[in-house]
Nanobody, 117 residues
Framework: QVQLVESGGGLVQAGGSLRLSCAAS????????MGWYRQAPGKQREFIAF???????NYADSVKGRFTISRDNAKNTVYLQMNSLKPEDTAVYYC???????????WGKGTLVTVSS
């Protein structure tokens, strides 16, 4: 089992920045990649970014050039630096960890990001 705890959400004005953190614990040796998803009110959860254990990254087109995912292996933590935030970035942001060999996905409880115009 893997436990994920997100932090760093809050209220920010458009154009501002926030950094989200996701601390992983438990069977972290089984994790192949970690990422971020978000879910806005009335919408489906959508992919934002992921980073593999080897450091490869991928981003949704909607956040490319504005968001950066990174990881601190010593702290078992993944970060999402969000710059140039827009009101449409308002959502609950969820951390995800994937164990590809077992086909298992783990999720955190989410952290709310609100961007005011």
């Amino acid at each position: 089992q893997v436990q994920l705890v997100e932090s760093g959400g809050g209220l920010v004005q458009a154009g501002g920045s926030l950094r989200l953190s996701c601390a992983a614990s438990g069977s972290i040796f089984s994790i192949d990649a970690m990422g971020w998803y978000r879910q806005a009110p009335g919408k489906q959860r959508e992919f934002i970014a992921f980073i593999t254990s080897g450091g490869s990254t991928n981003y949704a087109d909607s956040v490319k050039g504005r968001f950066t995912i990174s990881r601190d292996n010593a702290k078992n933590t993944v970060y999402l630096q969000m710059n140039s935030l827009k009101p449409e970035d308002t959502a609950v942001y969820y951390c995800n960890a994937g164990d590809y060999s077992r086909g298992v996905n783990y999720w955190g409880k989410g952290t709310l990001v609100t961007v005011s115009s």
